[in-house]
Nanobody, 119 residues
Framework: QVQLVESGGGLVQAGGSLRLSCAAS????????MGWYRQAPGKQRELVAG???????KYADSVKGRFTISRDGANDTVYLQMNSLKPEDTAVYYC?????????????WGQGTQVTVSP
């Protein structure tokens, strides 16, 4: 059973930084991709950043230049370094991982970690 556990969320003032981590357990094969999504009240869940097994990354336009995603393949752990945080970044952040399946990859989600950025 695959489990994803996020940590590192909290309260920070605007301009500050946080580093989120997501540790996977119950892994029997490497993830195709891992990423971070976020959802704020009244808003759609959105992809913040993703990283493929080959290392290619993808970022939401709103976080480009401020957030950096990285992955530790040996431990199936993904990180999100968040700098220059803005109040608009306030949301619950969810870790996501994809594994090969049929007919489509299988997705797993963490429980979420709250990030709150004060003005």
């Amino acid at each position: 059973q695959v489990q994803l556990v996020e940590s590192g969320g909290g309260l920070v003032q605007a301009g500050g930084s946080l580093r989120l981590s997501c540790a996977a357990s119950g892994i029997t094969s490497s993830a195709i991709a891992m990423g971070w999504y976020r959802q704020a009240p009244g808003k759609q869940r959105e992809l913040v950043a993703g990283i493929r097994s080959g290392g290619r990354t993808k970022y939401a336009d709103s976080v480009k230049g401020r957030f950096t995603i990285s992955r530790d393949g040996a431990n199936d752990t993904v990180y999100l370094q968040m700098n220059s945080l803005k109040p608009e970044d306030t949301a619950v952040y969810y870790c996501n991982a994809e594994f090969w399946g049929w007919p489509r990859p299988v997705e797993y989600w963490g429980q979420g970690t709250q990030v709150t950025v004060s003005p």
